[in-house]
T-cell receptor, first 115, second 112 residues
Framework: GAVVSQHPSRVICKSGTSVKIECRSL??????MFWYRQFPKQSLMLMAT?????????EQGVEKDKFLINHASLTLSTLTVTSAHPEDSSFYIC???????????FGPGTRLTVL | GENVEQHPSTLSVQEGDSAVIKCTYS??????FPWYKQELGKRPQLIID?????GEKKDQRIAVTLNKTAKHFSLHITETQPEDSAVYFC???????????FGTGTRLQVTL
């Protein structure tokens, strides 16, 4: 299957700092990328959908000024958690899909811990 | 929007027995139904998927059935093995480009 990488895999930061997470499709052009958040023992909750070259569409309840998403190329999307607080600590997972594909391919996830 | 319900939340079976996980969806426009297996701290892995023009699909020990009229689909795992222990998620989506809505997950424990 197609390969999606995510970096960093783990980050620990102080409250108030910003953290950037990168999601890359390594062997296909990802026209759509998705960002999910997963709290312990819970399901994946979609935060936003981003299409290459256009603004991300955020799910209800997700602050777009706090979770900045950029999908500047067909192989890279970034999620920046601005002014992170302990309640933002979670497992962040991206996925990517090419045009006309049903299947999404998931990155390995980023474990964010805000102290 | 789409709502996906999943049952049971936990399931314990003995090795060699079968496991069945059921999901229902609300949006009749949904036409793609994947199932994912997620191990602790890892990414979800697609194990099988089905599209709305098919009623059943099988891949070795894993099968999925879809009832469009009733808007429900099920995952069947036969001859379970300890390595099948994980959290399983169902999901549903519509046409190309639409988002996936996940079920709440089922923690499967296969005991020796």
């Amino acid at each position: 299957g197609a390969v999606v990488s995510q970096h960093p895999s783990r980050v620990i930061c102080k409250s108030g700092t910003s953290v950037k997470i990168e999601c890359r499709s390594l062997d296909f052009q990802a026209t759509t990328m998705f960002w999910y958040r997963q709290f312990p023992k819970q399901s994946l909750m979609l935060m936003a959908t981003s299409n290459e070259g256009s603004k991300a569409t955020y799910e209800q309840g997700v602050e777009k000024d706090k979770f900045l998403i950029n999908h500047a190329s067909l192989t890279l999307s970034t999620l920046t958690v601005t002014s992170a607080h302990p309640e933002d600590s979670s497992f962040y997972i991206c996925s990517a899909r090419a045009r006309y594909w049903d299947e999404q391919f998931f990155g390995p996830g980023t474990r964010l811990t805000v102290l | 929007g789409e709502n996906v319900e999943q049952h049971p939340s936990t399931l314990s079976v003995q090795e060699g027995d079968s496991a069945v996980i059921k999901c229902t969806y609300s949006d009749s426009a949904s036409n793609y139904f994947p199932w994912y297996k997620q191990e602790l701290g890892k990414r979800p892995q697609l194990i099988i998927d089905i599209r709305s023009n098919v009623g059943e699909k099988k891949d070795q020990r894993i099968a999925v059935t879809l009832n469009k009229t009733a808007k429900h689909f099920s995952l069947h795992i036969t001859e379970t093995q300890p390595e099948d222990s994980a959290v399983y998620f169902c999901a549903a989506s519509g046409d190309f480009g639409s988002k996936l809505t996940f079920g709440t997950g089922t923690r499967l424990q296969v005991t020796l």
